[in-house]
């Protein structure tokens, strides 16, 4: 079953082509990575599925409904959550706290209800503690709940921001290099986090530049370049395909940041 | 049609004033990214120190504005030590209530030592000229003149001297900057001296024409923000155009609509300018 | 939940307290139930301030303004309308919503610097109006003669004592409402975008609506300090609009802790006791006040309330507490850009 | 760890109650023996009103020190009196917190407030629970208009001025009027009266080009606005010293009509300001020094020894001055310094037993029901288009 559909999608700046007549299905239970050289547009596809940038031409379906456009707010809400690329968290709350507000957009109850203490409003914080809790194990950092955020380790980091979006209760899961930046030991850990979040039944979506990683993880993978798809298909096609040999080679080295 | 021409030239004089006073914020802002409310107050000084070289010592009015000027660079570089520097890292509220708090400071020292009543300081430029029929006193064709002439200087030290290239570098790219080896510290104090000194000049040139008192920065500390917001926090051509303009329509209101009108015209056309573009008219990007 | 008591709640405690027991200790000193009286409404007001630069970072300037429409909505209805107190109370509360609200929308358009410059325009606007219009509001003349809330029952509100009480129960309601917002998830959400609007957007938070009513929650609250504060005077003039008050209000809220919930409170007790304190100095009182405001703010930047917690906060095991009772504990780091997260009391 | 818990909860505590010990205490402190009489002040001593405000001061305290070196005695007891004096910075708010403590911790029995809306706040709180006599220093008569029966107003009314301002300077079919007041709280009101009058007869009102003349940084476009339409009288006037500049602004470009003055502004001070000869073809209130009554030599003298050679002595100092023997006299008569209703009782009879010292710039003959001190006599000034002054008797209204 197609969770996303992406038909035609572009994205203008200022005269240059950052997403261009892009196509895209992501099936449902599957790992569906994004792969390309630097500037290939491999964010901003992002920021336009997750709604933070309006796309200029082209739609997106999910869950059949169309999504075009639509604020992030309101993605979140219909199961949409996303990580950035640089680790992005709330840096002075607790670790916690940070994931508690993932629960923000599954919360129903008004100043009102905090203020009158209702049933509601409690129900509803038990609920959000216990599943704000579940991410934190679910991540295995339960441990470091109540540190500062800005003060664990890189990698509890990276794991903070993915709770963080599973707190939101999202079907479809969009990483943004998760493991930029980690050792290999860590690298692996971070795959297999992944592999558990399919199997817990979220949809992932996953920018990487790790071809080792993306190889070994992916179900289906697609290939930009200056927001073109140059390829797309399963790892075995996509690996063979002379495109995507060029473009990676004629890139360069590529096991840098950028954005994409 | 005299009247017209006639507020032209008022409205020119009081640009000429605004666009110094505005200058120097926005240098600040631009810089430092410090909203610096207490930059009434410089002005304020500025003006007592002019009127205590001119009246009390007796030198002559081009050098009592240029001495004063010097004083209230120390003054300036002084306020940015004791009370900036320490705080460049916190966020904007705690710029401000400093500010206010230096600003208390500032009038009370000013009650103190010049008293509370208005004092008057004579300009040794007299007389009219008639322009088109126009009634037009020499010292505001002095205002005018002197603020083309400073905001030339002052272009020309920004663009050409090693300290005002720092002073547009750092405006530009904070990080950058001190990465090629510019002290930002001696930014912060040559550009607090140089607000300072320039609030001194704008001063110097008005009091002729109005009166001293310590209040009288309180009324142009707002206007002079409405005009560094109007022309886009930080930027040099936004503060000249911002303050003529804010000038021009404060005359024209008042003349044409009402005294009352001019007096919030600023402040409604800030809210209109920024209801239309909210990060004025000649808003940079700015990089956080 | 813990079920010792925490330091917090006892300091909160001792606070109410106080407060509470303040009249016992004046009687026959009207004038410290007047400074009182009068903080009270202020501290309302600030709770206001609290919501929208404390909680959701940002700093708006025309809340001044706000407290002053709430004065003379007040101020009119019950002496030239000959309205009673409650239903003109109601509709000052009302009235200052909407007008937030209606404000918000085009001024958080703008951000950072912008915002707070725009707002202080439309404080400073709104002086303008209270101060120039005259068939309205008297302008410079005032209004005198604002009624006292009718009494209810057998209370008689023109005793300044029940009338410290009315103001005292509203503050509490104040310090309340904070108290549970800030730990509810509306508290959560605008932690939240103070703290990284990107971030926020991206958990799903409608920045935009978010701030919208945080800024009309926090005309409310100016609201209705507003108001009683014309009823405590009796006289209003524009001085109750003025962008200074907006300015002491800062004041009040950054001495006292910004984003915390006794912040409001103490810091605008605080210093208005400062400011009586120094009367006796008269004008050259501010050649002293001046300089304890910047080292205030230099060397206490987060408040009295805020030091305090976060020194309560360190000291405090890693225990079991609930997620929303955690202390903050960064209380080394040097104030960043960002406003800082200042949590529970 | 249970000692910390209590420490730093104690700590929010202490502040708060130790702030409220101390504002208690506060102010207590410039309180009186039981051989004082504590006069209380109110009024602008720092912001842009304080030169107005330090004014008022002057006066009080050098009536104080006049009474002090010749004694006063009250029930048979000797008593010092002092001046207890506080910044409102002309918020009418601040002046009624300032006159509550004034009451209460110094015992002020009179407090002065010289600013309308202060005296407004302060009556709401005289009427009710603190009692005190209002020393009002205003010339807006709404103040003795509310009937508060412990207000006692100071100056002339500036109701008395408007009819006879307009009568002299419409004598030659002068029928044009500009209007170039200040903003402020009876700039307004003295602006509609004039406008009232002047339409009343007849006259054209022009434009109103009334400016805040403590925030307007060039006077030149307002001024230049007002003569477009070419007046032949213009109503102007704030404090003296940038009416002045007006004047002066006017005058340089080419007005030669007549100028009506508002209350506040006063002639020896403008004079000091612009040239005098700016100043013709002028009327305002009397200078003090026109006076001859007894005491005015001595207070000129007095007010340059004792607090300024620079600037000239007004009805500003004097009126304040004059009223300060009148309630000292009336404690005399009341035998009481702290009955607040009594000492307003005794005042009609304590204006005829004042000494001639204290009659310095049109002594009160009377104070009205309302409680409004009057000279029968009271004259304003005119100069001349020659510079010289005619002193002109008016009629006061009926209160």
Not at chain 3, 130 to 143: D, F, K, L, N, P
Request: glycine fraction near 10%; proline fraction near 4%.
């Amino acid at each position: 079953m197609t969770l996303l559909e992406v038909r035609g999608l572009g994205k203008h700046f200022a005269g240059l082509h950052a997403v261009d007549d892009v196509d895209l299905d992501i099936s449902a239970g599957e790992i569906t990575a994004i792969i390309g050289p630097n500037g290939a547009g491999k964010s901003t596809l992002f920021n336009l599925l997750a709604g933070f940038y309006r796309p200029t031409s082209g739609t997106v379906r999910f869950k059949d409904r169309d999504v075009t456009g639509m604020s992030p707010h309101r993605t979140v809400a219909h199961g949409i959550a996303r990580t950035f690329q640089t680790t992005n968290l709330f840096e002075d709350a607790t670790v916690l706290e940070n994931v508690l507000s993932g629960r923000i957009v599954r919360s129903h109850s008004t100043v009102f209800d905090a203020v009158l203490r209702s049933p509601r409003h409690r129900r509803e914080e038990r609920r959000n503690l216990d599943r704000a809790m579940d991410a934190l194990e679910f991540t295995a950092i339960a441990d470091y709940r109540d540190e500062i955020a800005s003060r664990v380790p890189q990698e509890v980091q990276k794991r903070v921001s993915i709770a963080l979006a599973l707190a939101t209760d999202p079907e479809l899961l969009l990483l943004d290099e998760p493991a930029a930046g980690l050792t290999e030991e860590e690298t692996g850990g971070f795959a297999q986090l992944i592999r558990s979040i399919v199997a817990s039944g979220v949809t992932v979506g996953l920018v990487e530049h790790r071809m080792s990683m993306v190889m070994s993880l992916a179900d289906h993978i697609l290939v930009l370049d200056h927001g073109k798809e140059i390829a797309s298909g399963t790892p075995e096609t996509v690996r063979t395909d002379p495109q995507v040999i060029e473009a990676y080679l004629g890139a360069g080295h590529h096991e840098q940041e950028g954005t994409g | 049609m005299t009247l017209f021409i006639q507020q032209l030239f008022d409205g020119l004089a009081l640009g000429g004033v605004y666009c110094l006073a505005a200058i120097g914020l926005t240098l600040v802002f631009g810089v430092l990214r410090i909203p610096n409310l207490a930059h009434g107050t410089l002005y304020m000084l500025g003006a007592y120190v002019t009127y205590f070289f001119l009246v009390t010592v007796g030198v002559p009015y081009v050098a009592a504005i240029g001495l004063a000027a010097v004083v209230l660079a120390v003054i300036g570089v002084l306020l940015e030590r004791l009370v900036f520097h320490p705080l460049r890292n916190a966020p904007h509220t705690h710029h401000m209530i400093a500010a206010v708090g230096a600003m208390f400071f500032f009038q009370a020292v000013a009650q103190a030592l010049w008293g509370a009543d208005f004092r008057r300081m004579e300009s040794p430029i007299s007389g009219n000229v008639t322009i088109l029929g126009a009634q037009v006193s020499w010292q505001r064709i002095v205002i005018v003149v002197t603020a083309v002439l400073v905001l030339g200087l002052l272009t020309w030290f920004i663009k050409r001297s090693i300290h005002g290239q720092t002073i547009e570098a750092i405006e530009q790219d904070r990080t950058g900057s001190s990465l090629v080896g510019i002290s930002p510290s001696r930014v912060s104090m040559l550009t607090f001296g140089l607000a300072a000194a320039l609030a001194t000049v704008a001063a110097g040139l008005v009091a002729p024409i109005n009166l001293l008192s310590p209040t009288m920065g309180d009324a142009l500390s707002l206007k002079v923000f409405a005009i560094i917001i109007l022309g886009g926090l930080g930027s040099l051509p936004g503060a000249i155009v911002g303050g003529f303009t804010l000038a021009l329509a404060e005359v024209m209101t008042s003349t044409y609509v009402s005294a009352a009108a001019g007096e919030g015209i600023a402040f409604v056309v800030i809210v209109i300018v920024l209801a239309i573009r909210p990060t004025g008219l000649f808003a940079k990007a700015v990089q956080r | 939940m813990t079920t010792n008591v925490s330091p917090q709640r006892l300091g909160t405690l001792l606070v109410a307290l106080a407060l509470l027991l303040a009249p016992l200790a004046l009687t026959g000193q009207d004038y410290v139930l007047r400074v009182l009286t009068v903080g009270a409404t202020y501290a309302i007001a600030v709770y206001g301030m609290n919501m929208i630069l404390g909680l959701t970072g940002q700093l708006s300037l025309a809340h001044g303004g706000f407290f002053g429409i709430g004065v003379y909505l007040v101020g009119l209805l019950t002496t030239d309308y000959d309205w009673a107190f409650w239903p003109a109370l109601l509709v000052a509360v009302v009235g200052t919503t909407v007008v937030g609200y209606v404000a918000g929308v085009v001024a958080l358009r703008t951000r950072e610097e912008y915002f707070a410059i725009f707002t202080m325009a439309m404080g400073f606007i709104i002086f303008l109006v209270i101060s120039r219009w005259e068939s309205v509001t008297h302008a410079h003349s005032g209004v005198s003669g604002v009624k006292y809330p009718e009494s209810l029952g057998l209370l008689d509100f023109s005793d300044p004592m029940l009338m410290y009480y009315l103001v005292l129960l509203f503050l509490l309601g104040a310090g309340y409402v904070t108290y549970a917002v800030r730990r509810s998830g509306v508290g959560r959400t605008l932690i939240a975008i103070r703290t990284s609007e990107d971030l926020a957007r991206s958990v799903g938070v409608n920045v935009g609506l978010n701030k919208q009513l945080a800024f009309a929650a926090s005309s409310t609250f100016a609201g209705l300090g507003g108001g009683l504060f014309a009823a405590v005077q009796g006289f209003v003039g524009p001085s109750a609009a003025s962008v200074d008050l907006t300015f002491e209000m800062l004041m009040f809220i950054l001495v006292g802790g910004m984003g915390t919930v006794m912040g409001p409170v103490v810091g605008t007790f605080l210093v208005l006791f400062l400011f009586e304190f120094f009367q006796d100095f008269e004008a050259y009182r501010f050649i002293v006040v001046g300089p304890i405001i910047v080292a205030l703010v230099i060397f206490a930047p987060r408040g009295i309330v805020g030091y305090l917690n976060a020194f309560a906060g360190h000291r405090r095991s890693r225990g079991p507490a609930g997620g929303n009772e955690t202390g903050n504990r960064s209380e080394n780091r040097v104030p960043d850009t960002t406003t800082e997260a200042k949590e529970t009391l | 760890m249970a000692p910390t818990r209590i420490r730093s909860g104690t700590a929010v505590a202490a502040v708060c109650t130790g702030l409220l010990l101390a504002t208690s205490a506060c102010g207590g402190a410039g309180g009186s023996g039981s051989d004082t009489i504590v006069i209380g002040y109110s009024g602008p001593l720092s912001g842009g009103a304080a030169a107005y405000g330090q004014n008022i001061q002057d006066g009080l305290q050098l009536a104080i020190d006049d009474l002090n070196e010749r004694g006063v005695t009250v029930d048979g007891e000797e008593y010092q009196v002092e001046l207890a004096s506080l910044d409102d910075q002309y918020a009418p708010n601040t002046a009624a917190t300032n006159a509550q403590r004034l009451a209460e911790q110094d015992d002020a029995a009179v407090i002065y407030v010289p600013h309308a809306g202060g005296i407004q706040a302060a009556q709401e709180l005289n009427s009710n629970r603190t009692e005190f006599l209002l020393g009002a220093y205003s010339s807006d008569p709404k103040i003795v208009e509310q009937g508060n029966e412990l207000t006692m107003m100071i100056p002339p009314s500036f109701k008395s001025y408007v009819a006879p301002f307009v009568d002299k300077l419409t004598q030659d079919g002068e029928s044009r009027l500009g209007l170039l007041g200040t903003a402020s709280e009876y700039g307004q009101e003295w602006t509609k009266l004039v406008t009232d009058e002047w339409r009343g007869r007849g006259g054209q009102v022009l434009s109103d080009n009334s400016i805040d003349y403590g925030t307007v940084s060039d006077f030149a476009g307002p001024v230049s606005r007002t003569l477009a339409e070419n007046p032949d009288v213009i109503f102007l006037g704030g404090p003296s010293q940038p009416t002045a500049v007006i004047i002066e602004e006017a005058r340089r470009q080419g007005y030669d009509g007549s100028f009506l003055l508002m209350d506040q502004a006063k002639f020896e001070e403008m004079e000091e300001f612009t040239d005098p000869e700016n100043l013709n073809d002028a009327i305002g209130v009397k200078p003090v020094r026109a006076y001859d009554d007894p005491g005015t030599d001595d207070i000129l003298d007095l007010y340059a020894e004792k607090v300024t050679e620079e600037q000239p002595l007004t009805s500003e100092v004097t009126l304040n001055y004059q009223s300060v023997a009148i309630v000292v006299e009336a404690m005399q008569q009341a035998g009481s310094i702290d009955d607040a209703t009594a000492i307003r009782d005794a005042i009609p009879d304590a204006i005829g037993e004042v000494d001639d010292h204290f009659h310095v710039s049109g002594f009160p003959t009377e104070i009205t029901d309302a409680g409004h001190l009057r000279n029968a006599d009271l004259e304003v000034a005119y100069r001349t288009p020659e510079g010289e002054y005619e002193h002109l008797p008016i009629e006061q209204p009926d209160e």
